[in-house]
């Protein structure tokens, strides 16, 4: 038997008489072989879908979190799970990876870098200015940079709507609540309301969205649960009443909420406060005597409700979230 490689021939040579018991078993052992190369194939393949349905690696730029091409997922990945360092290539550049230790190590300038692996299997990926979180822990604060560009976002809209009353010197630090059960959560939520009220909010006012950047002063013994739980309405109106009905209130501008009323000082005269995203959806003004918002239409469905409460209709500056 004299196979010749790469062109796809082969040529039996020996007895007349055993060439055709030659030519059946030489078929019968390709087509094993071809069998077997296909089922190691699937596998492969399935493997390989499997990782990129519910694992993705990331490495830590100077601008943030930056994910992975695909096949170098697959390879780390892989290297994970064997606890095994492992060399890649991207862009012409070698990198060391060790996947257990989450380093990236450039074989050139030995520069070192985080990496972090985040689970994707339910479809939602975290942020990727969030930092890597132990395993088994609920929430994570991180204290963030003053250089940083989040850092800088989230202290020039404080100033921003502070009144005149608020500077950068009345920042003492902005922390980062990461807590990937309620991003989550938030997130499937967000996805609901954009479907049921998207269309409805840009035509009847394209300056509003669902989701609205919002500030909420609280006291300092609260955090934990917040943090943890997210915002309860059973809390509502401890400070301050019900103006607006009972829920959960935010502000659009931060003196609002540095009002002690609402970031009731501690002990040092420090003051909290939370910059937050909120589904406000549909919305319209609320009075103390509303327990949740109104419906929409009660004559068609009065369990469909507005979303939310305000103070204002068209210069909404209180937002009470049901």
């Known amino acids: 038997l004299k196979c010749l490689l790469p062109t796809p021939q082969i040529t039996l040579s020996g007895w007349k008489d055993d060439h055709h018991r030659a030519l059946k078993e030489t078929m019968r052992a390709l087509s094993e072989q071809w069998k077997t190369e296909k089922e190691t194939h699937a596998v492969e393949v399935l493997a390989t879908n499997t990782i990129k349905a519910h694992v993705t690696w990331f490495w830590l730029s100077n601008n943030g979190y930056r994910e992975y091409p695909p096949q170098v997922t697959i390879r780390i990945e892989e290297a994970f799970q064997k606890k095994i360092k492992i060399e890649i290539e991207i862009g012409g550049n070698y990198f060391e990876i060790d996947p257990v230790g989450k380093v990236q190590t450039s074989s050139k300038s030995k520069k070192l870098r985080k990496i972090k692996r985040e689970d994707v299997s339910d479809g939602i990926a975290l942020p990727l200015t969030w930092d890597e979180m132990e395993v088994g822990k609920d929430v994570a604060h991180v204290d963030l940079d003053k250089n940083s560009t989040e850092y800088k976002d989230v202290a020039q809209k404080f100033v921003a709507t502070g009144g005149g009353q608020l500077t950068d010197n009345n920042i003492a630090r902005i922390e980062r609540i990461q807590n990937p ?142």
């Open 181 to 322: 059960r309620l991003y989550k959560f938030y997130s499937k939520e967000k996805e609901i309301t954009e479907k049921k009220r998207g269309d409805i909010l840009a035509q009847k006012d394209p300056r509003f969205n669902v989701e609205w950047n919002l500030w909420h002063g609280t006291s300092e013994e609260t955090i934990p649960h917040i943090v943890k739980k997210g915002f309860n309405r059973s809390y509502s109106g401890r400070n301050v009443g019900q103006k607006f009905g009972k829920g959960v209130y935010f502000a659009r501008d931060s003196h609002y909420s540095a009002r002690t009323g609402y970031a009731v000082p501690n002990a040092k005269k420090e003051q909290h406060m939370f910059f937050c995203k909120v589904l406000v959806g549909l919305f319209i003004v609320g009075d103390p005597s509303m327990v949740e918002p109104p419906p929409i239409d009660a004559g068609k469905d009065r369990t469909d409700t507005y979303d939310s409460t305000v103070n204002d209709m068209e210069n909404p500056a209180d937002r009470k979230s049901g």
